[in-house]
């Protein structure tokens, strides 16, 4: 796991610095949040060794953190003790690590600590978002109705990320058939089609040519072309810059024809459903604005919610802040500006959320419907290639036996 440095400023204004084992900057980002720390500078440290001592962060899924405030609503609601109904959850679930989670949170609990706290350090890299909301859930008491929030929260994300998966399994199973075509024609049919038609004599056709010479270099070199392969992806993974290939992402997020609509429409849905919880919590609009920044989950709208809270911190209305970042439709920002002269702002971001998740639905199922042919005929093309490079030369070895005859 990679190693980052960092500069933070602590409760009492002090600069401490310090080194942190993550995945990512993001992660660093949320575990120095959840401690209370602002975060001045991050930089990741390519020579430093990962200390296996320190306390790891374990990857849980949206689905399980939305099962496991499901059961903890219930379990609030109910007029159940915490520490009871964590003991309820660990010998009745059937996920290990739901179950692993409850046992951290229980002795926790158990040891002083508050939920709040005992969520930020339970050894699970669980949202920010479900930490922070359940620091308001227990300063306003009302924490069944925020585990209920986060349940349905979280139930929608899994949602949307099936749908994601859903839509790349065509193309996938398209590309891995395609590459299975390929290595067959090209390493097992083609040389002994050539080595048929060069002992008759006959000239290979240019294509033929391209494709032999292509096979032979590969099949020489297999070490050399795997080892370079693995090169590239390590590279990838562990020295280029996070940030990088953060940038990458945001610019290809928002540049591709094909893409970026559905990303707006999602990145909409998840902004405007985030502000909805947030506002019914009853927590004020910058404080709103600083969590929103720090779980939007996207560099270019976090930059954008930044400098939209220094508008509002010195004045200006939600509207005309977030109008000012180019990134909503005009509808978001008119209902918006409306809502906030009506006192309807939290019902109106739910609105907006569930219209946007609509929207999302349709904008992926035209993707598809765009995808596949684009694919298919990519594939296509080059297994045409293929099967010409084969053919041609039957083609021209069976016109010269024709004039030989």
């Known amino acids: 796991m990679p190693v980052y440095k960092y500069s933070a400023l602590n409760e009492h204004n002090e600069i401490i610095n310090g080194s942190i084992d993550a995945t990512n900057t993001q992660e660093v980002r949320e575990v120095l949040a959840a401690e209370g720390q602002k975060i ?4 990741a440290d390519l020579f430093a060794r990962s ?24 379990i609030t609601k109910s007029g159940i003790s915490i520490i009871r109904g964590l003991q309820m959850v660990r010998d009745q679930t059937d996920s290990k690590k739901v179950k692993e989670l409850a046992e951290n949170l229980n002795k926790s609990i158990q040891k002083g600590c508050s939920l709040s706290d005992a969520f930020a350090n339970c050894g699970f890299r669980l949202p920010l978002l479900l930490v922070n909301m359940v620091k308001v859930g227990e300063v306003s008491g009302n924490l069944d109705e925020i585990f209920k929030k986060m349940a349905d929260y979280y139930e929608k994300e899994t949602r949307t990320k099936k749908k994601i998966v859903a839509a790349l399994i065509y193309p996938c ?30 000239e ?6 391209i494709m032999m010479g292509t096979s032979k270099f590969v099949a020489s070199h297999l070490l050399a072309v795997f080892l370079s392969i693995l090169g590239l992806i390590i ?9 990088a290939k953060r940038r990458f992402k945001t ?15 999602f990145l909409t849905a998840r902004v405007t459903r985030t502000m909805g919880i947030l506002i019914n919590t009853g927590l004020p609009m910058l404080t709103i604005m600083d969590t929103l920044e720090k779980v939007v989950g996207n560099d270019k709208i976090a930059q954008g ?4 809270k220094d508008k509002i911190n010195k004045g200006a209305a939600l509207s005309a802040s977030l109008e000012q970042m180019g990134f909503f439709d005009n509808m978001v920002t008119n209902i918006i500006s409306i809502s906030e002269e009506t006192g309807t ?20 199922a035209k993707a598809i419907a765009m995808l596949e042919p684009m694919f298919t005929l990519i594939m296509g093309g080059v297994i045409a290639a293929i099967l010409l490079s084969v053919m041609m030369p039957m083609f021209n070895m069976m016109g010269a036996l024709s004039g030989n005859n």
């Open 251 to 265: 610019f290809m997020l928002f540049k591709v024809p094909v893409i970026s609509r559905v990303a707006i429409d």
């Open 305 to 308: 919610i930044s400098e939209a």
């Open 204 to 209: 290979l056709p240019l294509l033929t040519r």
């Open 235 to 243: 590279f990838y993974i562990k020295v280029i810059p996070f940030e």
């Open 51 to 74: 200390d296996a001592g320190k306390q790891r962060f374990v990857s849980i899924s949206s689905s399980e953190v939305g099962a496991f405030c499901k059961q903890l609503s219930i």
């Open 173 to 202: 199973i398209l590309v891995c058939v395609a590459t299975g075509v390929i290595i067959v024609f090209t390493f097992f049919v083609l040389p002994e089609l050539v080595g048929i038609i060069e002992e008759n004599g006959a």
């Open 345 to 364: 702002l939290a019902e109106s971001m739910t609105d907006l959320a569930d219209y946007y998740d609509e929207k999302f639905d349709t904008g992926i």
């Open 40 to 43: 001045v500078k991050i930089q």
